[in-house]
T-cell receptor, first 114, second 115 residues
Framework: DAGVIQSPRHEVTEMGQEVTLRCKPISGHNSLFWYRQTMMRGLELLIY????????DSGMPEDRFSAKMPNASFSTLKIQPSEPRDSAVYFC????????????FGEGSRLTVL | AQKVTQAQTEISVVEKEDVTLDCVYE???????LFWYKQPPSGELVFLIR??????QNEISGRYSWNFQKSTSSFNFTITASQVVDSAVYFC????????????FGKGTSLLVTP
C-alpha cells in the first residue's frame, strides 16, 4: 500500500516567491495534518483537517501561509510570499481513525528560502 | 496543558551498549496515548509504538523495550545491544482523544551509535 506522498521532496526558492507543497494522504484516511520541523522549534503542528474540513489552523504562522484540502486525496500548503525563516522540513501526515492517534508521515518536503 | 519533555538532547554510545531514552509527559486527562517515532538520517518519521493510558504493561519488541509508568508520568525507551543502524533522532509524543487531535511531540533525542 502506498504511504503518504509528498512533493516536492526538495525546494529551493528565493525570498518573495510563492511555494506550494503537495500531499496525498493514505487512501481511506480521514484526517490530515501539516507539521513543520526546524532545529529551533522541533515538530510543530500547522493545521489539521478532518474529512477535508480545516479544524484548527492556529499553528499557521501568519497570513502568508494557507492550506487547502479540496478532496480526500489531496492537500496543499502554500506560502506566499516566502521568507528565509520559512526554511524547514514540512511534513504531511494522515490518520485513519479518530481514536487511534497514530499518524503516518510522508517523507517531508525540505524547503530552503534564500 | 499537554507537554512532552525529552531532557536528553544528544546521546552517544558505542555499539552493543544498552541505551535508554527518557520521556516525561504532562496531561490533565485520564485517557491519552503515548507514542515513539524514529527519524533516521534519511529524514522520514517512522512509527515505533503506541500505548494507551490504561495499559501500563511494558512492551518488548526485539531489541526495543518500553517502560510506561503513570506514577512518574514517564514513557522511557530502551534499546538493548545498540547497533549503528539505531542512529537516529527519536521522538516521544502525546495524543489525547478528548481534547487533542494531533500528536504533541517532544524535542527529540539524537542518538549516535558508533562502531
Amino acid at each position: 500500500d502506498a504511504g503518504v506522498i509528498q512533493s516536492p521532496r526538495h525546494e529551493v526558492t528565493e525570498m518573495g516567491q510563492e511555494v506550494t507543497l503537495r500531499c496525498k494522504p493514505i487512501s481511506g484516511h480521514n484526517s490530515l495534518f501539516w507539521y513543520r520541523q526546524t532545529m529551533m522549534r522541533g515538530l510543530e503542528l500547522l493545521i489539521y483537517f478532518n474529512n477535508n474540513v480545516p479544524i484548527d489552523d492556529s499553528g499557521m504562522p501568519e497570513d502568508r501561509f494557507s492550506a487547502k484540502m479540496p478532496n480526500a486525496s489531496f492537500s496543499t500548503l502554500k506560502i506566499q510570499p516566502s521568507e528565509p525563516r520559512d526554511s524547514a522540513v514540512y511534513f504531511c501526515a494522515s490518520r485513519g481513525g479518530a481514536t487511534t492517534g497514530e499518524l503516518f508521515f510522508g517523507e517531508g518536503s525540505r524547503l530552503t528560502v534564500l | 496543558a499537554q507537554k512532552v519533555t525529552q531532557a536528553q538532547t544528544e546521546i552517544s554510545v558505542v555499539e552493543k551498549e544498552d541505551v535508554t531514552l527518557d520521556c516525561v509527559y504532562e496531561t490533565r486527562d485520564t485517557t491519552y496515548y503515548l507514542f515513539w517515532y524514529k527519524q533516521p538520517p534519511s529524514g522520514e518519521l517512522v512509527f515505533l509504538i503506541r500505548r494507551n493510558s490504561f495499559d501500563e504493561q511494558n512492551e518488548i519488541s526485539g531489541r526495543y523495550s518500553w517502560n510506561f509508568q503513570k506514577s512518574t508520568s514517564s514513557f522511557n525507551f530502551t534499546i538493548t545491544a545498540s547497533q549503528v543502524v539505531d542512529s537516529a533522532v527519536y521522538f516521544c509524543a502525546l495524543f489525547n482523544s478528548n481534547s487533542g487531535y494531533a500528536l504533541n511531540f517532544g524535542k527529540g533525542t539524537s542518538l549516535l551509535v558508533t562502531p
